[in-house]
T-cell receptor
Framework: QQQVKQSPQSLIVQKGGISIINCAYE??????FPWYQQFPGKGPALLIA?????SEKKEGRFTISFNKSAKQFSLHIMDSQPGDSATYFC???????????FGSGTRLLVRP | DTGVSQDPRHKITKRGQNVTFRCDPI?????LYWYRQTLGQGPEFLTY????????KSRLLSDRFSAERPKGSFSTLEIQRTEQGDSAMYLC???????????FGDGTRLSIL
């Protein structure tokens, strides 16, 4: 049962452009909605997260938009940089066990 | 930097052998999680501990897998009679409480020959 659907699978953006990654979920028992960034050979690193009582959160160039009724949330990377090239995962958290349910990932390539 | 530490970083073994991985969480984090990540996929939950108590195990965790956290600090994950399908990155994460964000280590990459 696929609880989290992430799109697109891959994304190529020019330097300075906007990168947008989407995540749709089915389970209403999620209480926290983080995005993780992963570089090759490294573990996932928390990038930004939002709680369901907020519709948008911005931290620097990164913004999460959350639509509770549509069960969707997205990551926007403004002024994308080559150093942002990585794999991004949405990973909503179960409200009982607090385990994370990861999407399948989006490979972002930012061209100079 | 006292982040989550995992050892070894890489493990190559022959099919049928037993392997053990270690995870040292961030100091005083009472929650510890194990995930498995196969190539091109997102991590999948395996199990988690609150202090020394193992509170949940995924169906992915067959009876060949066992995890411990004997004193509520470091944890070990053992795989007995390894199979080809066990080849993956094994990730450990910790959090101060269930409600706090999880911080991941850089994983142990297991390759089965």
């Amino acid at each position: 049962q696929q609880q989290v659907k992430q799109s697109p699978q891959s994304l190529i953006v020019q330097k300075g452009g906007i990168s947008i990654i989407n995540c749709a979920y089915e389970n209403t028992a999620f209480d926290y909605f983080p995005w993780y960034q992963q570089f090759p050979g490294k573990g996932p690193a928390l990038l930004i997260a939002i709680r369901p009582d907020v519709s948008e959160k911005k931290e620097g160039r990164f913004t999460i938009s959350f639509n509770k009724s549509a069960k969707q949330f997205s990551l926007h990377i403004m002024d994308s940089q080559p150093g942002d090239s990585a794999t991004y995962f949405c990973a909503p958290r179960m409200d009982s066990s607090y385990k994370l349910i990861f999407g399948s990932g989006t490979r972002l390539l930012v061209r100079p | 930097d006292t982040g989550v530490s995992q050892d070894p970083r890489h493990k190559i073994t022959k099919r049928g052998q037993n392997v053990t991985f270690r995870c040292d969480p961030i100091s005083e984090h009472n929650r510890l999680y194990w995930y498995r990540q196969t190539l091109g996929q997102g991590p999948e939950f395996l199990t988690y501990f609150q202090n020394e108590a193992q509170l949940e195990k995924s169906r992915l965790l067959s009876d060949r897998f066992s995890a411990e956290r004997p004193k509520g600090s470091f944890s070990t994950l053992e795989i007995q009679r390894t199979e080809q399908g066990d080849s993956a990155m094994y990730l450990c994460a910790s959090s101060a409480t269930g409600y706090q964000p999880q911080h991941f280590g850089d994983g142990t990459r297991l390759s089965i020959l």
